[in-house]
């Protein structure tokens, strides 16, 4: 069954660089979630669009953005980057039905590294 | 706002030892609650999952928890461990209407001894 495919995997940036990451979600889900875990940390939620449009925001800095487009695929953009953003970013894709019971589904996350 | 609560951190079991590993969440309302699972290196992936009915749920890979809806509680556990079971575990809630987004507890590292 396909997956959640995130690009990069890995990544490697200087501070005050910028830096996307791509998320495409599992075919027919048009939800996707995004979600950072610092070095050691459980996962917190950034934020959520549903048929392109934002649905959720949570803990993201000003210096982030992103947005879906219409192919469902999702773009994370961050920009003057610091050290305290090296993690794991996580996307999720969901399928919003009829009934809330509809899992996310995570992807292999992008590894980022800033220096 | 909603929280979830794990209070082991660090477990250390040997093989064939059962696990039950604690989940509280503080919502008042209806929820939907998860167990993942994240092997060393690799990505999220689900467990198991209560959104209504049998409080009691089976995972995959002998795993299963119990929703007490009087204790806000959703306790994974498993009758015997094998070392293929260390991983961190994440138990989740969902409960936003406007997002469903997932609300994470701290993680419990498991580590099973051969």
């Known amino acids: 069954a396909a997956g959640v495919i995130q690009s990069p995997r890995h990544l490697i940036k200087e501070k005050r660089e910028t830096a996307t990451l791509k998320c495409y979600p599992i075919p027919r889900h048009d939800t996707v979630y995004w979600y950072q875990q610092g070095p050691g940390q459980d996962p917190q939620f950034l934020i959520s669009f549903y048929e392109k449009m934002q649905s959720d925001k949570g803990s993201i800095p000003d210096r982030f953005s992103a947005q879906q487009f219409s192919d469902y695929h999702s773009e994370l953009n961050m920009s003057s980057l610091e050290l305290g953003d090296s993690a794991l970013y996580f996307c999720?894709?969901?399928?919003?039905?009829?009934?809330?019971?509809?899992?996310?589904?995570f992807g292999p996350g992008t590894r980022l590294l800033v220096l | 706002a909603q929280s979830v609560s794990q209070h082991n951190h660090h477990v250390i079991l040997s093989e064939a030892a059962s696990l039950e590993l604690g989940c509280n969440y503080s919502?008042?309302?209806?929820?939907?609650l998860f167990w993942y699972v994240q092997y060393p290196g690799q990505h999220l992936q689900l467990l198991l999952k209560?959104?209504?009915?049998?409080?009691l749920v089976k995972g995959i890979k002998g795993f299963e928890a119990e929703f007490i809806k009087s204790k806000f509680s959703f306790n994974l556990r498993k009758p015997s461990v094998q070392w293929s079971d260390t991983a961190e575990y994440f138990c989740?809630?969902?409960?936003?209407?406007?997002?469903?987004?997932?609300?994470f507890g701290s993680g419990t590292r498991l580590l099973v001894r051969p």
């Open positions: 919502y008042g309302g209806t929820v939907n």
């Open positions: 209560y959104f209504s009915g049998d409080p």
């Open positions: 989740a809630v969902s409960a936003s209407p406007s997002s469903y987004k997932l609300i």
């Open positions: 999720a894709s969901r399928r919003i039905g009829l009934t809330s019971e509809e899992t996310q589904y």
